[in-house]
């Protein structure tokens, strides 16, 4: 059985006051998702800032704001989902 993966302490404590903060070996979202930079958002399972964005959604407005984003790590294949609270 896989193991469970975690939230790292440093990210919850970085990202964790705006962020609900997910974790996962396999992906969150079905279907074939972007593979775009992810602009320095970090894995939340191996803290590395090599992710691509496979998936997310912002709000309509001209300054939006972004809802959620699912993130898979480049290092650790690991997937994140940050949702905003």
């Not at 404590?13 to 962020?19: A, F, Q, V």
């Not at 903060?21 to 191996?46: H, Q, R, S, W």
């Not at 699912?70 to 905003?84: A, S, V």
């Amino acid at each position: 059985m896989a193991k469970k993966q975690k939230v790292a302490a440093p990210i919850q404590k970085e990202m964790g006051e705006e962020w609900k903060i997910e974790v996962n070996d396999k992906a969150f979202t079905e279907g074939k998702g972007g593979n775009m930079p992810a602009l320095g958002y970090p894995c939340a399972v191996c803290e590395s800032k090599e992710t691509k964005l496979r998936f997310a959604q912002s709000t309509e407005e001209e300054e939006s704001n972004l809802l959620w984003m699912e993130l898979q790590c480049k290092n650790c294949q690991n997937y994140t989902l940050y949702t905003r609270k």
